[in-house]
């Protein structure tokens, strides 16, 4: 009989997407044992999954080279005995935030505490648009500099290399027709926020407007259910566009995704 940690298992993804998305992988069941019993040995953890020590050292391994797991020598209290101590495994701050789905949640809480503070209805949803307006604000100023050194031409590159480093995995591609730019950002911390809140995206797509100094026009998002957050920068200046023909689905481009 095939011992259930030496079967072959399909190829993971990120070890977040993996271990947040509830998927019943070996390596999942690992890294969740360690979640609810604190860091723990090769050892205590083959005891408590039925695994080999060797299949257990294997996805240990691979989630030390994610980061989501990290040896540290086991602390003692009181007298100790001969020897090292032995090696326990312990979650980092990224595998404890792949578990950790209450974020969403407590954000979701706060911005309808802020429309019903505001009387609900229009003057609600007015509050939710401003507080979204100066997140974003604070947001986008540190990208100025490098957005406006980079001129008309460079803009949308330089505001991409910029949402990269906050994690946006964005980047940048020419539209369908030669008329500009698409702008996708691959991954949203808020989506999920964005979808009970819309006024967050749109709050974004001003921004973006303001920094580059052109209209843009949103063609797609991950909060409306697209693979990818993708808005359109045409290469006129502001209002160049509205002369001639106006912005379409399809003078813009579609969305790639």
């Not at 259930?4 to 069941?29: I, K, N």
């Not at 690992?30 to 039925?50: F, K, M, Q």
Request: net charge negative.
């Amino acid at each position: 009989m095939k011992n259930v940690g030496e079967t072959r298992e399909a190829p993971m993804g990120t070890p977040q997407d993996d271990l947040a998305t509830g998927e019943h992988s070996t390596r999942g069941r690992v890294a969740r044992s360690i979640l609810d019993h604190g860091p723990s040995t090769v050892a205590e953890l083959a005891d408590r999954l039925g695994l080999t020590a060797a299949a257990v050292r294997r996805h240990l391994d691979a989630l030390v080279a994610d980061t989501v797991v990290e040896p540290r020598e086991q602390r003692v209290y009181g007298s100790r005995g001969r020897g090292r101590p032995a090696k326990v495994f312990a979650l980092t701050d990224c595998g404890r935030d792949a578990f950790d789905q209450s974020y969403d949640k407590l954000a979701a809480d706060a911005l309808r505490w802020i429309a019903t503070a505001a009387g609900g209805g229009e003057k609600g949803e007015a509050a939710v648009a401003a507080f979204a307006r100066a997140r974003i604000a604070a947001q986008i100023e540190a990208y100025r500099g490098s957005v406006e050194a980079a001129g008309p031409a460079g803009g949308a590159r330089a505001l991409a290399d910029a949402l990269s480093a906050d994690g946006y995995a964005a980047t940048t591609r020419a539209a369908p027709g030669g008329q500009g730019e698409q702008l996708c950002q691959h991954h949203c911390p808020v989506a999920h926020v964005a979808e009970q809140f819309p006024q967050l995206c749109e709050a974004e797509k001003e921004a973006f407007s303001q920094l580059l100094g052109t209209h843009v026009q949103r063609l797609a998002t991950i909060a409306n259910g697209d693979g990818v957050c993708t808005t359109f920068v045409p290469r006129t200046p502001h209002g160049a566009a509205t002369d001639s023909e106006p912005l379409t689905e399809r003078t813009a481009g579609r969305n790639p995704a």
